[in-house]
């Protein structure tokens, strides 16, 4: 009759299983042969920083006639003076027990015939890194850029409405959304 060893497994400092609470750790040789495989699970390293969240978010805007690329940029200006004050606004909308910080990262504008699109970039970090944090802020923002929720849009109501003759009003828009 042959002997068992029994083993137990675990990451370096600094490495933790891919998905800790499934894993085996403990792994038996009987005979030579080791069970539950003889491979052991994977470690990765122990991220140092939180992953990102970012939403990217399309507004279209109409325009009369077609906008020079060239004034693409004066656009981009305008609508980033309004980042400092969506960036508290939205992160007020996403903080209830715990503090949810929403930034504007950036804005690209593009021209599609009679249309002005703005890309924005927003970055959604907790104070608690739990998903469901993440995840009600992603609800909240996707409420918030929702054109067919009457009221709903009040908190980006700048963005919509950029000043001047230079973007539509808010009725001309369509606003799209999606997580990467």
Not at 41 to 54: D, F, S
Not at 77 to 94: E, K, Y
Not at 154 to 172: C, F, H, W
Request: aromatic fraction near 8%; charge should be neutral; glycine fraction near 4%.
């Amino acid at each position: 009759m042959g002997t068992e060893t029994v083993c137990t497994i675990k990451c370096a400092a600094g490495f933790r299983f891919v998905d800790e609470h499934k894993v085996v750790t403990k792994f038996k040789c009987n005979d030579g042969r080791w069970s539950p495989s003889n491979n052991p699970p994977a470690c990765v390293p122990i991220a140092q920083e939180p992953a990102r969240y970012e939403l990217n978010v399309a507004i279209r805007y109409s325009v009369a006639t077609p906008v020079d690329d060239g004034c693409l940029k004066s656009y981009t200006d305008i609508a980033a003076n309004h980042f400092d004050t969506l960036d508290t606004v939205l992160s007020q909308r996403c903080s209830s027990s715990v503090q949810v910080y929403v930034r504007f990262l950036n804005v690209k504008f593009t021209n599609h015939e009679n249309d002005v699109i703005g890309n924005y970039t927003i970055q959604i970090l907790p104070t608690v890194l739990k998903d469901v944090f993440y995840e009600l802020c992603g609800l909240t923002m996707r409420t918030i850029f929702d054109l067919r929720i009457p009221g709903a849009t009040t908190p980006i109501r700048n963005l919509l409405m950029l000043s001047g003759d230079t973007l539509a009003s808010q009725g001309a828009l369509v606003a799209l959304m999606e997580k990467f």
